[in-house]
């Protein structure tokens, strides 16, 4: 993750500190590049190996996640509807992770077509895999309503998608009409997609300490706190 906001501060910076030049890819009248206008400049080989590197690591992460609730080193799922959507989740991470690769070798510079084809691909998969991670949460924290750390991940990843698909929506509109606007919210989706990312850090950090089977659902189906936020 910490690559990732590497890599957008130095794209940013090089355009910044390059005299904010204008793209062969930009269009006529746009002062304020994309990344992907950037990107598909001299920093070509920087651009491409952070998307592969975010993509990887964005579905990593999901895979990771689910393994340490199956395990028992997470709290669990414990209904069959939770596992589904973990595994949609999953899905959708790896949808929009191939969008993110694809988009970032078949440039705006040379396939723009292409290179739009793959950004819608990556803005649906992602968001679509965080639709369906907030909803596992959602149940997840229903079942355990005692543990704080998941309320508190489940409202992070709410809140934080719930601005960046608003964001997304908006670049879709002003992408057409308003190619400025549209680039300034192409980076602050950039930027807020990492927090998204570090959100499951936060999740996998609380597997620090927990032995395997510890966990485990029909374990914790015998304890009396689970039965009572069951009847809640």
Known sequence: MAFNIATLWAMLITWLATGRPHYVSQESGQNIAFISDVGADILKPLFVVTCCITAVCFVLSLV????????????????????????????GSIIGGAGLILLSIFDTKRHPTLHNCFLLVFIVGVALSAIF???????????????KRLKRSYRMKAVIAAILIALA?????????????????????????????LTFYYDLRQSKGVHKGELNADRLKESPRYRVDQAA
């Open 133 to 147: 991670s907030i909803l596992e949460f959602r149940w997840i924290s229903k079942d355990f309503q005692h543990v």
């Open 64 to 91: 990771v996640e689910r393994y340490l609730r199956h395990s028992g080193r997470l709290m669990p799922n414990m209904r069959t509807r939770e596992r589904v959507l973990s595994s949609l989740a999953i899905l």
């Open 169 to 197: 929506i908006a670049f879709g509109v002003t992408l057409f009409t308003a190619a400025n606007v549209a680039a300034v919210l192409e980076w602050t989706i950039a930027f807020g997609y990492t927090f998204y990312l």
